[in-house]
């Protein structure tokens, strides 16, 4: 208005131009304000730089007014942040502090945020610290800092943050002249802020019940009910979560936050037709938004073709199951999905080890075709498996079903089975095997499984397997977690004296502590370390009771969602034929996307 009223005054240039620049900064401000629809908000940012652009080309050449130029681009950094041009802020700001202008507290918020839109945390922390006004009181309707915090593994900072932000914040205020109570809006920022934090910290039961709480409380707030399906989903139930969005999408269906976290749980529900089309939308609507942009990632890298590996190798050893200086080795690649649902795959294993009567190796090529729609996934394959000399072809035919987010059964049928000794192939005896399994799981803290397995040898022999594993979650911390893991596994055999490890009937009983530790955490990258220690007792028929001793220790690297590696170093004590043999290796696991 002050512009406009000036048009008929006699104002001095210095005025006037102090007049244009308060006035596109007015757009600048209504650009940053949360509360507006993304059009609109992107509108005011193009308006405004539209503004900045016409107004600098007038002043460059005039040098009375080189202050105003550069007032113009400090705040020409909120219109090009607003805009989502991070790059460009971040290089604006270079520019200006290369030219000794520095940038004051008010907008180096917009610089801090834009780097870490980029993911350059070091750049962002250093500012942080060198203005320590912003860091005590950010102003940052978005809390990128907070979320940084999490991102890159510095939990007891975000946790200071979320104190802050919630301490002696009543639930309700009163505005001046009223007594109705009204609801107090930092007050539910903070409660978010707080649920986040525990979601990001393994603290999942205490993050289920404040979530709960906030919805059940708030049915008519959409961002709550998406929170708490998030955390459904993080909790390892997808259909409960996409139940709850499901309700939640009669609110405000076109809302980008909804659309962003049904995205992901189309994809934990092998929903790929649905996830894509949704991710794709909130790409189109919000293409600079980072955590649009990391749902775009998660789907480009669903698309991309994958490589599993694992290696093994003994390194002391010399029992009856797997012979001295063993070696194997198994590499499958999965071709990119075809209609939604289907992936061809090929691969080779590889397996020798020496025992008594020489040295035993196996070579296995294989092909098929995985089917994964909606809760089923579904493999055939075909293969060629050389031992003993000579080649014979096999084939495998497996499928797991989830009947619901708690229970899911599996089944498996193999001619030549994998799972075959290779001292038994070795001596020239392959086996078919039949298997099933149903596994519960409560959440992320509790999971049982129990498989039954039956293998014809081609030496008349016919075995059952079955074996009965969980999980039990005892504690966590941010950066730690601690599982009790159980077993049970029987076997009988119906043949003795075969030319492979094959008791009548034996029994084990083991329990593991499993530590897992994160080393460090920067957004898609993870670096974390394991140690395994457990015991038990292994019974055998016609032989007394030993004990088992197990140890582990391994470490971990997740990068950039392509890449999922890990190497880990095991010891084992355990009886074979009452003779209690040790056992140290070296194992390796790879999951490659490209």
Known sequence: PALWLSQ???????????????????????????????????????????RYHALLSRWQNEPQAAEDVVLARIDRLGALYAQGNYRQVISEYEALTAAQHPVPDWAIGWVISAYLQEKNTVAAFSLVQRYPHYASDPQDEEHALFYAWLDTGQYQTARHYVER??????????????????????????????LNYLLATNALPEAEKLSYRLASTAPGNQGLQIDYAALLQARGLPRAAEQKLKRAEALEPANLELEKQQAYVAMDLQEWRQMDLLAADVIARAPADRSARRLDRLRAVHHMSELRLNAGKGLHSDNPVSGSHDMSWDATLYGPPVADNWRLFAGARYAQGNFDEGKGISRHLLGGVEWRPRDLTLEAELSSNRYHGTNRPGARLSTTYSLSDNWQVSGNLERLSRATPLRALRNGISANRGEGGVRWYQNERREYQFNAAVSRFSDHNRRQE??????????????????????????????????????????????????????????????????VAGGGSYWQKNQSAGAVTLLGYGQRIQWNNVVDTGVMLNWDKRPYDGKRESNLSVTLDATLRF
């Open 165 to 194: 932000e919630t301490r002696s914040v009543p639930w309700t205020r009163y505005d001046f002249g009223s007594p109705t109570a009204q609801p107090n809006d930092r007050w539910l920022t903070g409660q978010s802020l707080k």
């Open 8 to 50: 008929s005054a006699a104002l001095a240039p210095a005025e006037r131009r102090r007049l244009e620049r308060n006035a596109a900064a007015e757009r600048v401000r209504l650009a940053d304000v949360p509360g507006r629809t993304e059009k609109e908000r992107l509108r005011l940012a193009q308006n405004a730089l539209d």
């Open 466 to 531: 079955y074996t009965l594993s969980g999980k039990e979650r005892l504690w966590q911390t941010p950066t730690l977690t601690l599982d009790l893991e159980p077993g049970i596994a029987a076997s009988k055999n119906s043949l003795r004296n075969t030319l492979y490890y094959n008791p009548a009937r034996d029994l084990s009983v083991t329990a593991a502590l499993s530590v897992d530790h994160e080393m460090y955490r920067h957004y898609d990258t993870l670096w974390s370390q394991q140690f």
